[in-house]
């Protein structure tokens, strides 16, 4: 089996309203720390076991056609063995 | 500058539709490939530079207290410079 673990991030220069709520709530309870936050989705993938180098195309071609907005995010992604 | 990068997953077992749903859309697009998904968060916390281990023990905190649902959620993160 392989898992394709996609990252997705809001590309900088975004506004992130999510983030900036968490950065409020994380400084109301004290966390004052906290310079910024940013909010992004993680997404695994689950596949049988095949060809890897293929596979990774397939994943690339489905973050840009499906699981992300190119124009406002950015992706990265792993395949790992599951 | 430190940064905490946060991934969130929803724990085995619970229900994930947002996961079939992409499951769904990723399938009649033609990737038939893939077996299943499960969405989760990514969550990046910025400090500034600081002791490493007390920063460990203060995202553990803010992970538990505010940023998953631990009844439901799993998570790990990791520090970085940044």
Redesign the interface.
Known sequence: ?LIAKV???LKKGILDPQ?KA?KG??HS?G?E????????????????D?DLSLLKD?VDE?CK???TNPIIEDYTFEIVEG
Chains 1, 2 share one sequence.
């Not at 906290?34 to 596949?47: M, P, S, W």
Request: glycine share 10%.
């Open positions: 089996m990252y997705i991030t983030g968490v709530a994380l309870l966390y720390e906290v310079k910024e936050v940013r909010v992004g989705k993680y997404i695994e993938l689950t596949f049988e095949g397939k489905m056609r499906i699981l």
